[in-house]
């Protein structure tokens, strides 16, 4: 199956980084969000990366920024995505939120359209089941930021089709990724292990054992991490990070994920980490 256009739902962090990385590969994708201010500002976040990119690479790339923003179409409208050939979903780490759109994007997507779930913690199977599709649903479990990483954790649910995960490794591969194919389990190989590491990080900030730059200190100088698991929390966005721990909680039903209070009362008091401004460390943030 030939793939030029890729759907892309959600126009977060996730979702700006592999509409990014899509065009970039010549693809044509259509970027769907909920309404045009959040379109906005995926725009602005885009446009920003791609100055830095050739600012890093001192090239004069202007005229090429502006090749790959004509590639994405951004639409507050889901029906754009009936001209999806692979779909690559990235709503918030919510059950309830995941089961309807995948709904709606079934009726609304032609029979061929393959589904990417880009989740941190909920089963694929689990996602393929809101779907008439399941041979056709996979995980695809981008890392952050999208651009800079070139290995991809790609899921095999219950029922997806050996075909399935060919066109995700095709389509990878014209990303310049490489992809290790794992078999479902909630959390994966990469969030089962990162998640507990980075709530337990939190339980040492919370208790006091350490500062935030101690404790991230001793991961980078001592393990040669690039960053600590704060840091880390700070790049994924804890949100994300405190509705990934609930759906590991939920979907092995053992309190071992159960999330750190800090964790909790800091998503309360808005502090969801770089996108928001401020979490463990501050930043600055493009509006
Ligand atoms: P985010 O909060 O930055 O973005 C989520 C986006 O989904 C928001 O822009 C929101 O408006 C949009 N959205 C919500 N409901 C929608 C709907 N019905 N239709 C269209 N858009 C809708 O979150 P994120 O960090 O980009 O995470 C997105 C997904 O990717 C989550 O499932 C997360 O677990 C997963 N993920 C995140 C990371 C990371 O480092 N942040 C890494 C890998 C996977």
Same mark, same amino acid.
């Given at each position: 199956?030939?793939?030029?256009?890729?759907?892309?739902?959600?126009?977060?962090?996730?979702?700006?980084?592999?509409?990014?990385?899509?065009?970039?590969?010549?693809?044509r994708?259509?970027?769907?969000?909920?309404?045009?201010?959040?379109?906005?500002?995926?725009?602005?976040?885009?446009?920003?990366?791609?100055?830095?990119?050739?600012?890093?690479?001192?090239?004069?790339?202007?005229p090429r920024?502006?090749?790959?923003?004509?590639?994405? &179409?951004?639409?507050?409208?889901?029906?754009?995505?009936?001209?999806?050939?692979?779909?690559?979903?990235?709503?918030?780490?919510k059950?309830?939120?995941k089961?309807?759109?995948?709904?709606?994007?079934d009726?609304?997507?032609?029979?061929?359209?393959?589904?990417?779930?880009?989740?941190?913690?909920?089963?694929?199977?689990?996602?393929?089941?809101?779907?008439?599709?399941?041979?056709?649903?996979?995980? #695809?479990?981008?890392?952050?930021?999208?651009?800079?990483?070139?290995?991809?954790?790609?899921?095999?649910?219950?029922?997806?089709?050996?075909?399935?995960?060919?066109?995700?490794?095709?389509?990878?591969?014209? #990303?310049?990724?490489?992809?290790?194919?794992?078999?479902?389990?909630?959390?994966? &190989?990469?969030?089962?292990?990162?998640?507990?590491?980075?709530?337990?990080?939190?339980?040492?900030?919370?208790e006091?054992?350490?500062?935030?730059?101690?404790?991230?200190?001793?991961?980078?100088?001592?393990?040669?991490h690039?960053?600590?698991?704060?840091?880390?929390?700070? $790049?994924?966005?804890?949100?994300?990070?405190?509705?990934? $721990?609930?759906?590991?909680?939920?979907?092995f039903?053992?309190?071992?994920?159960?999330?750190?209070?800090?964790?909790?009362?800091?998503?309360?008091?808005? $502090?969801?980490?770089?996108?928001?401004?401020?979490?463990?460390?501050q930043?600055? &943030?493009?509006?």
């Amino acid at each position: 199956m030939e793939i030029t256009t890729v759907g892309v739902v959600g126009a977060g962090v996730m979702g700006v980084g592999i509409a990014q990385s899509l065009a970039q590969s010549e693809f044509r994708v259509l970027l769907i969000d909920l309404n045009q201010e959040i379109l906005e500002r995926a725009r602005r976040h885009i446009k920003e990366n791609l100055r830095l990119q050739t600012l890093l690479k001192k090239d004069a790339g202007a005229p090429r920024s502006n090749l790959i923003m004509e590639r994405i &179409v951004f639409s507050p409208d889901q029906r754009t995505l009936e001209a999806a050939d692979f779909l690559i979903e990235n709503v918030v780490e919510k059950w309830e939120v995941k089961r309807r759109v995948y709904q709606e994007i079934d009726a609304i997507c032609p029979g061929r359209t393959i589904f990417a779930a880009n989740t941190s913690a909920i089963p694929i199977t689990r996602i393929a089941s809101a779907t008439g599709r399941p041979a056709q649903v996979l995980g #695809m479990h981008f890392m952050n930021p999208v651009p800079m990483k070139r290995l991809v954790e790609v899921i095999r649910g219950y029922h997806t089709a050996a075909e399935t995960i060919d066109a995700a490794r095709g389509l990878l591969s014209r #990303m310049g990724k490489d992809a290790v194919v794992v078999n479902d389990s909630p959390g994966f &190989v990469s969030n089962r292990v990162l998640m507990l590491t980075i709530n337990e990080a939190i339980f040492l900030a919370h208790e006091r054992v350490a500062s935030p730059a101690e404790v991230d200190r001793i991961f980078k100088e001592c393990f040669g991490h690039k960053m600590g698991p704060l840091e880390t929390a700070d $790049l994924i966005g804890l949100d994300t990070i405190l509705l990934s $721990l609930e759906a590991l909680v939920e979907a092995f039903s053992d309190s071992k994920y159960r999330p750190c209070p800090l964790l909790k009362q800091m998503v309360d008091a808005g $502090l969801h980490g770089r996108k928001s401004g401020a979490g463990f460390y501050q930043y600055q &943030v493009v509006e």
